[in-house]
T-cell receptor, first 112, second 113 residues
Framework: AQSVTQPDIHITVSEGASLELRCNYSYGATPYLFWYVQSPGQGLQLLLKYFSGDTLVQGIKGFEAEFKRSQSSFNLRKPSVHWSDAAEYFCAVGPQGQKVTFGTGTKLQVIP | GAGVSQSPSNKVTEKGKDVELRCDPISGHTALYWYRQSLGQGLEFLIYFQGNSAPDKSGLPSDRFSAERTGGSVSTLTIQRTQQEDSAVYLC???????????FGNGTRLTVT
C-alpha cells in the first residue's frame, strides 16, 4: 500500500525567504503526486500535480515541486514566501486507479 | 459552477447517537472520497467510491462507520453510536475520473459531547 511522509510538522520562515517542504512517498511504481494547501478556515486547494514527464512541475501561487524517483521525494518549493502563504500543506500520492493517500501535513508560519 | 457541497456544516451530537453526513459531489464526477481530519492527524482516508465498482472501505475505522453512494451521485456517511473520538472534520472530495485532482467540500465539523 502507498504511504506519504511529511517529516516537518511545523515550519517557520521569514517573509521573503525561500521555502522547501519535504515529502517522501512509498509506492512500487511511478505514482501520481499532488500538493494541496489548506488556508485557515478554507477548504483544500490543489497547488500542483505530477503525473509524468518533466520532473519539475509548476503550480499556482509561485510554487513548484520536483519529483525525484531515486529519493522517493516530491518536495515543494517557493523562492520567496509571502505572508499569505501561511497555511497547512499536504502532500498526497494517488497510484493509478487507487485511493489518494495524504500525508499528515506541514503547518507553515510566516513571520514579518 | 457548483462545487462539492457538504451538509450540515456543523453537527453537535451526544455520545451514543447516530449521525448522517451528506455529500453532493460535482455533477458528473465519478470518483468520491471521504476523509477525516482530526487535530494533528492530517487527512485520514475513510472510503472511496469509483463509478459502479465496489467501494474501497479499507479506511473505515470500525464497523460503526458506513457509507453509501446512491445513483452514482450523492453520498451519505453514517456513524452509529458515536464516541468522543469521532469528533473531527469530515471532508468529502470528488474528481471527474480516477487519478485526477480532487475537489474538496468545506467539510462537516462533528462534535460528540
Amino acid at each position: 500500500a502507498q504511504s506519504v511522509t511529511q517529516p516537518d510538522i511545523h515550519i517557520t520562515v521569514s517573509e521573503g525567504a525561500s521555502l522547501e517542504l519535504r515529502c517522501n512517498y512509498s509506492y512500487g511504481a511511478t505514482p501520481y503526486l499532488f500538493w494541496y494547501v489548506q488556508s485557515p478556515g478554507q477548504g483544500l486547494q490543489l497547488l500542483l500535480k505530477y503525473f509524468s514527464g518533466d520532473t519539475l512541475v509548476q503550480g499556482i501561487k509561485g510554487f513548484e515541486a520536483e519529483f525525484k524517483r531515486s529519493q522517493s521525494s516530491f518536495n515543494l518549493r517557493k523562492p520567496s514566501v509571502h505572508w499569505s502563504d501561511a497555511a497547512e500543506y499536504f502532500c498526497a500520492v494517488g497510484p493509478q486507479g487507487q485511493k489518494v493517500t495524504f500525508g499528515t501535513g506541514t503547518k507553515l508560519q510566516v513571520i514579518p | 459552477g457548483a462545487g462539492v457541497s457538504q451538509s450540515p456544516s456543523n453537527k453537535v451530537t451526544e455520545k451514543g447517537k447516530d449521525v448522517e453526513l451528506r455529500c453532493d459531489p460535482i455533477s458528473g464526477h465519478t470518483a468520491l472520497y471521504w476523509y477525516r481530519q482530526s487535530l494533528g492527524q492530517g487527512l485520514e482516508f475513510l472510503i472511496y467510491f469509483q463509478g459502479n465498482s465496489a467501494p474501497d472501505k479499507s479506511g473505515l475505522p470500525s464497523d460503526r462507520f458506513s457509507a453509501e453512494r446512491t445513483g452514482g451521485s450523492v453520498s451519505t456517511l453514517t456513524i452509529q453510536r458515536t464516541q468522543q473520538e469521532d469528533s473531527a472534520v469530515y471532508l468529502c472530495a470528488s474528481s471527474p475520473y480516477t487519478d485526477s485532482p480532487l475537489h474538496f467540500g468545506n467539510g462537516t465539523r462533528l462534535t460528540v459531547t
